[in-house]
């Protein structure tokens, strides 16, 4: 049995309706989709594989949520440094930064080089919104994460791929793969091309918009805010 | 070692200094808080000790907290059910409900009633803000903290007790004693006096910012957004 699945028209839908009717903040759910990441690299790269943890973040919600999920590694006990080229003038998104400056969280220039110094990388660059094609600086961006042999978990989307067919066909990202995956509420269209670790993260999703949006909530044991559930060739 | 506490001046002080320096929003501060008090509940009171949680939310940020944490136990696969007799119409105060009855999570009206079928409550009524008389309709809820046989989990301080002084000497609350605790960001000076499970949430709090406020960041572990701390005559 296939996963299901939600488009990215969908998950626009999905989002927007959290934070109107749902009555979310994105304050608030930005807050628990960034702590799932954080817990999902804890499970994957625990402390003693190494500290260092680089969190390259777009400038949209998955930036958002890679913020996040850095100062709560911070709090874990890893060493995060963060590559945000393209900081929003968002006030959300300056005052995430804003919590990382406070923790003396350093802020980096220089990807290619920043990669050579690190244990573990979080791939926050774009999400569900992505579509088209990779802006500058992001181009090198992608090379270092397709090139690179550290393990990448990448937030919501391999960033690069389109979100309903996957990789792209030739060009940049056409080689990425990262080691592991959170989608963020439900799984996008892609994850049929993924073939590693996937997890799923955002527990908040109530019953009835689950059933509205055609997926099912899955079975987060104990207060994990992340399930694995499989590569996506499996059953959810 | 005593503990080092923060007297309810510090605390106010703290609070507005993260949401203004800080750079943390209200809604970030609540969810985690909100959070950490739900990991506590499902530590002292596993599923299989009974899935009903009353959870007891007074008009300012207390309740707010409460709000949260009954959102959260229900996705642990509790059944929460609320007292919530002064709603606040601010606007987060009316979301978090809001949230609540998306989940079909249930309101009650009569607490000593409500107390009759559930399986361990939180008091979430006051926190560190609370000074002077406990006013209606609460005098009856905490008589019904006083005298009921479940367990109780109090957020920042035991609904009544005087911030710094602990519990009232004669009338509504002096027999008040909760089984367990959770101090938010740090125990405030009441916890002298609680001689019970004593735990701390809250894993936000920057190096500098305790450092500032002459306390220490507790010693969290692994992904918990509490730590157990023993009881008011122990070291941190």
């Keep these: 049995m296939a996963f299901k699945t939600l488009s990215a028209k969908a998950a626009a839908a999905l989002d ?5 009717t749902g009555a979310f903040s994105i304050d608030q759910l930005m807050e628990l989709a960034g702590l799932s990441v954080s817990q999902v690299v804890y499970r994957v790269h625990p402390l003693n594989k190494g500290k260092r943890i680089l969190v390259a973040c777009g400038p949209g919600n998955n930036g958002g949520d890679g913020l996040v999920a850095a100062r709560h590694l911070f709090h874990y006990g890893y060493q995060p440094s963060i590559y945000y080229p393209k900081r929003s003038k968002n006030d959300l998104y300056q005052r995430l930064a804003k919590q990382l400056e406070d923790l003396k969280v350093p802020f980096v220039d220089d990807f290619p080089s920043a990669v050579k110094s690190t244990d573990h990388i979080v791939d926050a660059v774009f999400g569900f919104r992505f579509s088209g094609e990779v802006r500058e600086p992001f181009p090198a961006v992608i090379k270092a994460l397709e090139e690179t042999k550290l393990p990448v978990t990448a937030v919501d989307a391999p960033s690069s791929w389109n979100i309903e067919d996957g990789p792209p066909v030739s060009g940049v990202g056409s ?13 996008k269209p892609l994850v049929k091309h993924f073939k590693s670790r996937h997890f ?3 527990r908040f999703v109530s019953p009835s918009i689950a059933e509205k949006y055609d997926f099912e909530v899955p079975d987060y044991q104990g207060l994990d805010q992340f399930v694995e559930v499989g590569n996506g060739t499996e059953k959810l």
Excluded: H, V, W
């Excluded at 927007?16 to 109107?20: A, F, I, R, T, V």
């Excluded at 080689?175 to 799984?187: H, R």
């Design 16 to 20: 927007q309706e959290l934070m109107s």
């Design 175 to 187: 080689k990425y793969n990262p080691d592991f995956l959170i989608s963020l509420t439900a799984p």
């Design 200 to 202: 799923i993260g955002g």
